[in-house]
């Protein structure tokens, strides 16, 4: 069954509200990530620590592209106040284009039905964003090794959320995906000129939240 698209309007606004449902309110603010070079515009999302450097299970890239650049990223953080505190990342969002989104549709990789899009599997409690052509700069991030585990480490308490540089100049986004393991779907947003503006993938943390 395919995910609903996120309400970007909604998580990425400062100070957005998160639709409350089963009784828990949100309040959502955003956090910059800083710029993800993407130098031949075509984007990965996938599980960093099972997938990121391994040719076995080597993730595609999208079929959609954009122009190769460097590109903002935020996370939608969410304080969520019952059935006791919480906060975690429910979105994470690579901006192309500072235009409206007026449609979504579902990102997918070669060979996916749009229709039936699960979105990418996840094992170790984060995922990311980076561009096809840095699979192979962040060597060790399986061994519990390099930058993106470093940084990891070196992290302040909290939702975890950064952007890590690595071998030949490339990039890595990095965050928590919501309360952990599952599958999530990544979303295009179009513009009015058919353009895409933005992916984003969400975390679907109200349908995952503790009872």
Known sequence: MPSTPPDCIRWFTPEGAGP????RNAVATVTELGELGLPTGRLVACDPIVHLGDDDARPDPFTVTV????????TAV??????????VIAAARLIIRDTPVVRWEPAAVPGQDPADLAGYGVDAGVGCFYDAAAHHSFPGTQDEEGV???TMDSSPPGPTAFLAEGEDGHTVAVFDSGWGDGSYATWIGRDADGE??????????FRFAPA
Do not use: K, L, N, S
């Open 20 to 23: 409350p449902q089963d009784g």
């Open 148 to 150: 993106v585990w470093e």
């Open 78 to 87: 969410v304080d969520v106040e019952h059935p006791f505190p919480h906060r």
């Open 67 to 74: 122009p190769p650049g460097r590109y903002p990223v935020q």
């Open 196 to 205: 895409a503006a933005c992916f984003v993938t969400d975390f679907r943390v």
